[in-house]
């Protein structure tokens, strides 16, 4: 679709015309012109929005769209148009389908699904077959067919030695192992974050010591083995302490940090209402201002929105029964807005892609139309119409927002909310 976005102000701070205001002209997918009141001489579509914004696309490091097999929950197509519509150009799908993405034809499966839409597909293996810890997965497979890293969602690697042989192994094809840490044992029946509000509730609580014990001890594999880690959604305040003075040995680690742990505290689970049940578990303010210090000086090197759409039968049930997760992609950037400035978010919504290999479309003449359209202004409440989701399990229904995306131009597309 050939496009002029008429009057954009420029978010990229590699790009020559970063926070500047400018027309943009786009050809084919690429952009042909940057510049003032451009002619229209081609009778382009005209793309006029209120306060534009735009910016290099965005990339969300994990989301889960159930299909194969939990299609009920969401579709690969239905979750695409989802993140198309958030401002998202390019996701990385969780491996938490049935089957589990394991192996090279669950790859190709994903990837064929996705094709023609706007919003890329990245597809995330599984580090062990069907996820259970126990051997390693098909990685190498995986890789050749598409995939960009390789981890088990959500699941902690409690035998050291497969996550130890598994950094080994990728180095051999530049892999990126995804290392989720929170220690079973100490964790144990833990619902919530353990705090004055689990003992209030009198629910089972998970300390922050879960996490920091197994990034200490998946830190000190990597300092023996080599090669890259990247640590998914962390939540403490000492995780990140760690993960400081791992990168100041010079260790290939990376992490991110779910949108919800950087706007919502424990406080919100007073109610015992399930759609604040998530992994890792909802913490305390300390934690929270500790999180936005972490994005603010570097240390947390992307911000996902760990979009996990659920079905009501598992949401809508007792707090200890109930699955954990929440969407997140229809209120990532207006839940962002509220907490951190617009050229963090940014930064933060396009930095994984260094990190998980996938190409970069700086916004200058030339390149590829890969762009994020968005305004950071206006205040509002979220609100269930606003879910695009075919579940609903959004922790951020009535919760304020600044800002909102309004779409996407990519693989010479443009998607508009």
Request: with cysteine; aromatic share 6%; proline share 3%.
């Amino acid at each position: 679709m050939n496009v002029i976005l008429k009057n954009t102000t420029i978010i990229d701070n590699e790009s020559a015309y970063h926070n500047q205001k400018a027309d943009i002209k786009i050809i084919d997918g690429i952009i042909t012109k940057i510049g003032q009141n451009l002619s229209n001489d081609e009778n382009l579509n005209v793309v006029e929005l209120e306060d534009l914004h735009v910016s290099q696309g965005w990339f969300d490091t994990s989301v889960s769209f159930g299909e194969p097999g939990f299609e009920d929950r969401e579709t690969i197509a239905n979750g695409l148009s989802t993140a198309a519509k958030s401002g998202f150009t390019n996701v990385a799908l969780q491996p938490n389908s049935l089957p589990v993405i394991d192996n090279q034809s669950q790859v190709s499966f994903v990837m064929n699904k996705a094709n023609g839409f706007a919003t890329q597909l990245h597809p995330i293996g599984a580090f062990t077959k069907n996820s259970e810890g126990n051997d390693l997965a098909e990685m190498f497979d995986m890789k050749n067919a598409g995939a960009i890293a390789f981890g088990d969602y959500n699941k902690n690697s409690d035998n050291a030695n497969i996550l130890k042989i598994g950094l080994q192994y990728v180095q051999d094809f530049d892999g990126l192992v995804l290392a989720y840490c929170q220690d079973k044992t100490i964790k144990g029946n833990g619902v919530v974050h353990e705090g004055l509000v689990s003992t209030r509730m009198g629910l089972k609580g998970i300390p922050a010591l879960a996490e920091e014990l197994e990034i200490a001890r998946n830190l000190f594999l990597l300092e023996y083995t080599g090669g890259k880690m990247h640590i998914p959604t962390i939540s403490s305040a000492k995780s990140l302490e760690l993960i400081k003075t791992a990168k100041a040995k010079g260790l290939r680690v990376s992490c991110s940090v779910a949108v919800h742990n950087l706007v919502l505290t424990d406080d919100v689970l007073t109610g015992f209402d399930t759609r604040y049940k998530v992994t890792p578990p909802l913490r305390d303010e300390n934690h929270r201002k500790a999180l936005i210090a972490g994005v603010l000086d570097g240390t947390i090197d992307m911000i996902t929105s760990d979009h996990n759409p659920l079905d009501i039968e598992h949401k809508k049930m007792e707090f200890d029964n109930a699955k954990n997760g929440t969407i997140g992609l229809e209120s990532a950037f207006g839940a962002l807005q509220t907490v951190l400035p617009l050229e963090i978010i940014v930064e933060k919504l396009t930095n994984g892609k260094n990190i998980f290999g996938i190409e970069k479309h700086v916004i200058k003449e030339g390149n590829k139309a890969n762009i994020s359209l968005f305004t950071p202004n206006g205040n509002w409440e979220f609100g269930k119409e606003n879910i695009l989701s075919k579940s609903k399990n959004s922790a951020f229904l009535g919760q304020p927002m600044k800002g909102r995306a309004y779409g996407i131009y990519n693989n010479n597309q443009l998607i508009l909310n």
